[in-house]
């Protein structure tokens, strides 16, 4: 009897190792087993500078939205038109920034800041009513940069004879581009100089 309960509990032993080592050879990747997988990195874009930027056509098709997103290379902020095709934009660093119409002031915290100019309305040119629900002066709706390696700050400046201002606070002097959609102008600040993560 004490030999059988023996030779039992033996092969029950046996059994769950080799279901834990088939458990365990199933759940080590297949890169981690031939012990020359070297892990890839993506390198960030480069040749970008920040110099002013500018794109055409205006539209009467007003902005809708606007939001930013984090990236492993740079900050990004869009503007939304859905509708209007190709939007124009001009995007130059600034000692300032300046209201349209006004000429107020519009406080911008950071290192450096990159005025944003849509040539859409954020409001609906038939009603003049709002189409974008910011405030002059006050940072961007549902936008929140806590996080982010280079925005620091986005307010808005206005909307004024079919131009929209924005104003982009960033760490620094840094790299940008900009790249004109369908419906969509886009705007990317580089984390560094250098193209490093």
Known sequence: MLRTRTIRSATICATLALVGAALGTVAVPAAATTGTA?????ACPTGWGSLPETGTPATATPVRD????RH???DRMVVDVPGAGNVGYSVRYVDRLHQDGSGRPVAVAGGAVLEVRI?????????GRAT???QAG???PGVDLTGYRTFRDARFAGSFEG???VGLGVRARLPFRVLQLPD?????VAHNWTGAR
């Open 38 to 42: 070297t892990p890839r990195s993506t």
């Open 66 to 69: 606007i939001r930013t997103g």
């Open 72 to 74: 492993a290379c740079y």
């Open 119 to 127: 040539t859409a309305p954020a409001y609906d040119p038939a009603t």
């Open 132 to 134: 974008y629900p910011a």
């Open 138 to 140: 006050r940072a961007l």
């Open 163 to 165: 131009d929209t201002q």
């Open 184 to 188: 969509r102008v886009v705007i990317d």
